[in-house]
C-alpha cells in the first residue's frame, strides 16, 4: 500500500499563487508515476498533470501549461504542485495521486493511490 498526504491548499485571491504537496509513504518503491488532478464541485476528476518518478519526466494536461509546475523530491518522497496566476475557475479540491504504471496516464481509473485531498479557493 501507499499513502498519500496533500497539503498546501487554502483560500487566496485571483493572481496569487500557491504550492501544493504530497507526502508519500508506505510501499513507495512500487510508484512509477505521480498526478495531480483536481475535482470541482459537479464536475469530474481533471488531470492535471503527472511525473515519472524516477525519471523526473514531466506531462501536462494543455489546460494548465505555464501556470502548473509539477516537481518532487525522492529522497523526501515529497511530491510538488507550483500553482501561479491562479483564477477563481481553479477553485477545486486538489489531488495527487499514484501509480505503479508508466506511459500517458491522464485518467483517475489509471491511479491507483489517492490522497484525501486539499480545498483551493480562489476569491475574485
Known amino acids: 500500500q501507499v499513502q498519500l498526504a496533500e497539503s498546501g491548499g487554502g483560500l487566496v485571491q485571483a493572481g496569487d499563487s500557491l504550492r501544493l504537496s504530497c507526502a508519500a509513504s508506505g510501499r513507495t518503491f512500487s510508484v512509477a508515476t505521480m498526478g495531480w488532478f483536481r475535482q470541482a464541485p459537479g464536475k469530474e476528476r481533471e488531470f492535471l498533470g503527472h511525473?515519472?518518478?524516477?525519471?523526473?519526466?514531466?506531462a501536462y494536461a494543455d489546460s494548465m501549461k505555464g501556470r502548473f509546475i509539477i516537481s518532487r523530491d525522492n529522497s523526501k518522497n515529497m511530491l510538488y504542485a507550483q500553482m501561479n496566476d491562479l483564477i477563481p475557475a481553479d477553485t477545486a479540491v486538489y489531488f495527487c495521486a499514484a501509480s505503479g504504471s508508466i506511459g500517458r496516464l491522464t485518467s483517475p481509473a489509471q491511479f491507483r493511490y489517492w490522497g484525501q485531498g486539499t480545498q483551493v479557493t480562489v476569491s475574485s
Open positions: 511525473i515519472i518518478w524516477s525519471a523526473g519526466s514531466i
